[in-house]
């Protein structure tokens, strides 16, 4: 089993599983019975979606599709007319 990637949240690891799962590659998310053990403290690093040895080259593909990077850094930039707000 090889590690194709570590979530941040219960909702990324089933939305790369079930990604993985939809190409016919199957999945494992570990992990998960670990999320309560701390009560309400955050617990971070545990949550890992596998998949077998042979399907990595295309798992890696799958999950680099998905997209599931951070929000940008300036969530104002030049080109963004929507927020309706003129220069002074």
């Not at 939809?22 to 617990?43: D, N, S, W």
Request: hydrophobic letters at 50%; aromatic letters at 6%.
């Amino acid at each position: 089993m090889h590690v194709i990637y570590q979530a941040d949240n219960l909702f990324d690891a089933h939305l790369v599983k079930h990604a993985l799962e939809a190409a016919g590659i199957p999945a494992f998310v570990f992990g998960e019975q670990l999320l309560g053990g701390m009560g309400e403290l955050p617990l971070f690093g545990v949550l890992r979606v596998c998949v077998p040895d042979l399907a990595r080259p295309e798992a890696e593909q799958i999950v680099a599709g998905l997209d599931l990077g951070g929000a940008p850094d300036d969530p104002i930039f030049d080109g963004d007319e929507s927020a309706g707000l003129s220069p002074a």
